[in-house]
């Protein structure tokens, strides 16, 4: 195992690295079991994984405080278990089950959490961006030092919604951290057939926004970069932009044959950039871990997935009456 | 233990697939997410992963096999060093889908379908106390008084639009808001439908009340996405955790002269959608009531109002505080001989034609819907089975129209009292000319309803 970046900070603990160890690989266990159950029939229609891209999720909620918000595309699974939303509730609404967040109704593109402060799970490219907005929008109201962490893709990067939010963010100071997931494909479509843009968060520049580019294969990185996006929010000075570099190692979605990529380069990432073996090396050369704590922590994951499996499984189909509630509030 | 690996479903319409390829053979050793075989659904060739680690004990469908039903056992996975158990032994196989398909039961109906109701009746309770005092108001006025009203009761609600602020309203609408208010609450954006109706739809789940002003409602197709997408499904879609009480309001339908892009009314559009209510007011008093009672609603509201309607005056009652319910039609004028079913504008006609019919001797029962969803059934149904004759009146296009739908409760729920076919009056079913003559030709006038009523009462 080839890890290229040595320990990012020093002032880093064994217990926090554990703890970005133990949420990473519960998003991918998490997912390797969606995709398995999709594989059953069990999850229907959409479902996209969040393999390969657990360290933006772990390391930005590492520079979160209890009130700030998220928001996100379909790609939603791993935010809602890194904001520490139940297991089961979400693996239960994938199976459209009475148990799963949105009682079965939502599905894995649409779930929300007021008690975690998690406001979906939307599934048009490029519309969480601007609800984001408005989310901090609504905090800078209220007169709190919320901040709302807004993700999107390296697709929605071009809607132009986009910079009609990013105009008004920084016209109204919103705090607001835009969150460019970069995992370089669209769909099928890569960035340098997208766009000629050298990068995408330099086009925070023509509104006067800040931004960086961030290594998303290295938690610490993120959770770095991610501390000072929220400082220059918490300040007041407006929004701020991270473009996480990312690679998801699975299709867009489950029914994707993956034909725009090579299986090499898929290899390559997982092999020498993968962001949960580096953790792990990080702990094993740290002396922070022994190989055998590390087994009872895979050990406990998989125990947490299964039991969410389970219960995916066991809780009931929504009844037939909740095709008519919650239509008005 | 071992663990039958089944053909798995790749598409979300798989029912079957040729297992065109296996990667590993018998006695190989696989982890979690290493690929070993290729599947060929109908639109592609997937990769399928091992998703436990294990030995391959036994392949059980060979490389090529056709029509491979998804969940059959296609391989057997065991632990290191253990056998595959004898054929007819029973290995553990991965979660029954049978429990997909246990829901057979029939959906509950919905309530359009549901048992003979009761008799429809209209409630005519007034809207305000009888003698309460009145004063004349225009529309313009009542409106901007509903919403100041509303502000001044709750530090939540904000409005925010094109010119909204320092230009008092590009219709004044909003005039003394941002001096009362000021520039917190009362918000110029950037011409930005799109985004700003998206940041309105956010500030609402955030726990705001916004008043989102859109210029004129042609220019509201920009941000349909937001209204429809993420205003009126969220609360559906969490499962009712998170609801978004939000209110977009502005000019609709045509005004004068103003051409294609800027004439036309989207009351059949956002009346088609579950989850949003949709209010389109004739008269100043109504605009008040209802407008309050949009900005006090938990859900979005579509409020449909109608430029040439602005100046007009008409009496408002003079009371501290006063909501119009939603769903609650108003009878204008009672009458035996036909019903005229309008709303917004199309009042104005309906009126008049009802004042022209009387001197002719045919008495019409004008009702104003005031909101078209919810909708008042019940007023028409009752109006309908006393005078057997139903006109309905709007400027929206005439395909998919209110007056349609309309047309089809009373079909399912009063055919037998109906005496003549239903008319529905709409647009012409044109882009709206510019030109003065042919802009009139595509409106719905006072005389295609008077005309329509003695159609249907056949004199």
């Not at chain 1, 949420?23 to 159950?37: H, N, S, V």
């Not at chain 1, 939303?85 to 199976?95: H, I, N, Q, S």
């Not at chain 2, 139903?390 to 309309?406: A, D, H, M, R």
Request: hydrophobic share 40%; net charge negative.
């Amino acid at each position: 195992m080839a890890v290229k970046k040595p320990a990012a900070k020093s002032n880093v603990s064994a217990e926090e690295l554990l703890g970005y160890y133990r949420d990473m690989l519960l998003i991918r266990r998490f997912e390797e079991k969606a995709g398995q159950l999709y594989g059953m029939g069990l999850i229907g229609g959409f479902c996209h994984l969040y393999i390969g891209q657990e360290a933006v999720v772990v390391g930005l909620e590492a520079a979160a405080k209890e009130g700030d918000k998220r928001i996100t595309s379909y790609r939603d699974h791993g935010h809602m278990l890194a904001c520490g939303m139940d297991p089961k509730g979400v693996m239960a609404e994938l199976t459209g089950r009475e148990g799963g967040y949105s009682k079965g109704k939502g599905g894995s593109m649409h779930m929300f959490s007021k008690e975690k402060h998690f406001y979906g799970g939307h599934g048009i490219v490029g519309a969480q961006v601007p609800l984001g907005a408005g989310l901090a929008f609504s905090d800078r109201y209220k007169g709190n030092d919320n901040v709302t962490f807004t993700y999107f893709g390296d697709g929605a990067a071009n809607q132009g919604q986009v910079y009609e939010t990013y105009n008004m963010a920084m016209l109204w100071d919103l705090p607001v951290i835009f969150v460019i997931e970069n995992n370089k494909y669209a769909m099928g479509t890569s960035v340098q057939r997208a766009t000629k843009s050298p990068s995408l968060w330099e086009r925070g520049a023509a509104y006067g926004i800040k931004g960086e580019e961030v290594d998303g294969m290295d938690v610490l990185a993120v959770k770095a970069a991610g501390e000072k996006a929220v400082a220059h929010c918490r300040a007041g000075k407006g929004p701020y932009i991270l473009e996480v570099m990312t690679y998801r190692y699975r299709g867009h979605s489950m029914s994707d044959p993956a034909k725009y990529r090579t299986r090499d380069e898929v290899q390559k990432m997982r092999q020498e950039r993968d962001a949960i073996e580096h953790v792990r090396e990080l702990l094993l050369q740290g002396k922070h871990a022994t190989e055998d704590d590390l087994k009872n922590i895979d050990k406990d994951i998989k125990a947490i997935v299964n039991e969410a499996a389970e219960f995916s499984k066991e809780s009931p189909e929504p009844a037939l009456e909740e095709l008519w509630t919650d239509i008005y509030a | 233990m071992a663990t039958e690996i089944l053909m798995p479903a790749l598409s979300p319409t798989m029912e079957e697939g040729t297992l065109a390829k296996w990667l590993v053979k018998e006695g190989d050793t696989v982890a979690s997410g290493d690929i070993i075989a290729e599947i060929e659904t109908d639109k592609a060739t997937m990769e399928f992963e091992a998703v436990d680690e294990g030995v391959i004990g036994k392949i059980l469908v060979e490389a090529g096999t056709e029509g491979v039903k998804v969940n059959t056992p296609i391989a057997i996975l065991v632990a290191e060093g253990e056998d595959v158990p004898a054929e007819g032994a029973k290995a553990e196989t991965a979660p029954a889908p049978a429990a997909l398909n246990d829901s057979e039961g029939k959906l509950a109906a919905p309530a359009s379908a549901a048992p003979a109701p009761a008799a429809p009746k209209a409630d005519t309770s007034p809207d305000w106390p009888e003698g309460t005092a009145m004063k004349t108001q225009t529309v313009r006025e009542a409106l901007r008084d509903a919403m100041a009203e509303e502000m001044r009761s709750s530090d939540d609600v904000f409005v925010m639009g094109e010119e909204v602020a320092e230009y008092q309203g590009a219709y004044k609408i909003t005039q003394g808001l941002l001096d009362e208010f000021g520039a917190k609450r009362v918000i110029d954006t950037p011409i930005t439908e799109h985004g700003f109706a998206g940041i309105g739809v956010g500030a609402a789940f955030g726990g705001l009340r916004p008043i989102v002003e859109f210029m004129t409602f042609n220019f509201a197709m920009q941000a349909i996405d937001h209204i429809i997408n993420s205003a009126a499904k969220t609360l559906y879609m969490s499962g009712g955790q998170m609801g978004c009480p939000i209110v977009f309001r502005g000019p609709n339908g045509a005004a004068a002269r103003v051409g294609a892009q800027h004439s036309q009314c989207y009351a059949a559009w956002y009346a088609q959608i579950p989850g949003l209510k949709v209010v389109m007011p004739y008269s100043a008093a109504d605009a008040k009531g209802l407008l309050k009672q949009a900005i006090r609603d938990p859900n979005p509201v579509i409020f449909l109002e109608n430029e040439i309607l602005y100046g007009r005056s008409f009496d408002v009652p003079v009371l501290d505080d006063f909501t119009i319910p939603f769903g609650k039609a108003k009878i204008w004028r009672e009458g035996t001989d036909v019903t005229i079913v309008s709303f917004g504008i199309g009042m104005t006609y309906a009126l008049e034609a009802a004042e022209r019919l009387a001197k002719d001797g045919i008495s019409a029962e004008v009702i104003d819907l005031r909101t078209i969803r919810p909708m008042d059934t019940d007023a028409i149904l009752a109006s309908v089975m006393k005078t057997n004759r139903l006109i309905t009146v709007e400027e929206g296009f005439p395909q998919g129209s209110v007056g349609n739908y309309i047309t089809s409760v009373v079909m399912e729920r009063a055919f037998d009292y109906l005496d003549a076919p239903v008319i529905n009056l709409a647009g012409k079913d044109v882009p709206m000319p510019y030109a003065a003559n042919l802009e009139k030709l595509a409106l719905v006038t006072t005389d295609e309803v008077v005309e329509a009523a003695r159609k249907v009462t056949y004199r």
